[in-house]
């Protein structure tokens, strides 16, 4: 005889309908999946293994586990913090509020800085990364050429013990040296530099206020805002990279929705760089920029 459905406890079928609902009227844009990625993680089963299995019992504790997330995630709490992780280059990373929340179009530099390190056949490379946040420059990089030493600056206390934490997680905490601070530095561990790497704080003030709430009530500020018109941080790494490459080096930079003609501009404008190069993302949009550093 088949086993009689309990009359108390609801199934993820359910479940995920309600929720759905309930994401949706809170006017969350992606409601199904938000609410498929939560339950998945309050059973500690796979999004993939959950859809497989509609009619299971959710038990009393899993389902407070849930409602509680469900109750952030209606306050617009990005999902990654909730959750305290998200996945980057197929790796998860911890995140907190102290760090902004690794986006995909990132991956685009990492791959444009690894055609580079084959394209110049740099070996055993020398990499500051700026402003590391989560780390996820540093350690995919660290990573993908383990022969690579690397300095990974950031002003935020907090952020670079996220860092640090996910370079251990990660097992590339031997090849990164974490540098708390800002541009101001007398010495520079590590200098010079093959690469200098940088996704900066890039939002222009007005954008700031457009911001979704995710974003501009989750993020840190210090991660996003850029300056009136979102190029500050550029004009501090710039001159800072021209005297810290190596003749040859390169500097490879993130940069925000049409800030691409601006950025290059800057580059353009110190006389140290020469072959810039700009690439876009997977959606198609201008999203890194790459110089060298000219032969003195
Ligand atoms: N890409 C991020 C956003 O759109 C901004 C990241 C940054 O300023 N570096 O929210």
Not at 69 to 76: E, F, G, N, P
Not at 115 to 136: E, F, N, Q
Not at 173 to 200: C, K, M, T, Y
């Amino acid at each position: 005889m088949p086993a009689l459905k309990s009359d108390t406890l609801d199934t993820v079928g359910e479940i995920l309908h309600t929720a759905e609902q309930r994401l949706q009227e809170a006017g969350i844009g992606t409601p199904r999946l938000d609410a498929e990625v939560l339950l998945a993680a309050a059973l500690e089963t796979s999004r993939a293994a959950l859809l497989t299995d509609v009619d299971r019992e959710v038990t009393p504790v899993q389902r407070e586990a849930f409602n509680a997330w469900m109750d952030r995630r209606v306050q617009r709490e990005p999902v990654a913090y909730i959750l305290g992780f998200k996945e980057f280059w197929s790796l998860d990373f911890q995140v907190t509020p102290e760090v902004l929340i690794p986006r995909p179009d990132t991956e685009c530099l990492i791959e444009h800085f690894l055609s580079l390190v084959k394209r110049d056949a740099v070996t055993a490379p020398r990499i500051l990364d700026v402003g590391t946040g989560s780390g996820v420059l540093a350690v995919v990089a660290a990573r993908e050429c383990p022969d690579a030493t690397i300095t990974a600056m950031e002003l935020s206390h907090r952020a670079l013990e996220v860092a640090r934490s996910n370079a251990a997680t990660h097992n590339v905490a031997s090849q990164i040296q974490f540098v708390q601070g800002d541009f101001h530095r007398e010495f520079w561990e590590g200098a010079p530099f093959d690469f200098i790497l940088s996704n900066p704080p890039y939002i222009d003030h007005v954008s700031y206020e457009t911001l979704a709430p995710e974003i501009q009530q989750y993020e840190p500020k210090q991660a996003l805002d850029g300056g009136a018109d979102g190029l500050d941080a550029y004009r501090k790494i710039i001159p800072l990279a021209a005297m810290l490459l190596k003749p040859g080096g390169s500097l490879v930079l993130e940069f925000g929705n049409d800030q691409g003609p601006e950025v290059n501009r800057l580059v353009a404008e110190s006389a140290a760089f020469e072959t810039i190069e700009r690439v876009a993302d997977y959606s198609g949009a201008e999203r890194v920029l790459s110089a060298k550093r000219r032969q003195v």
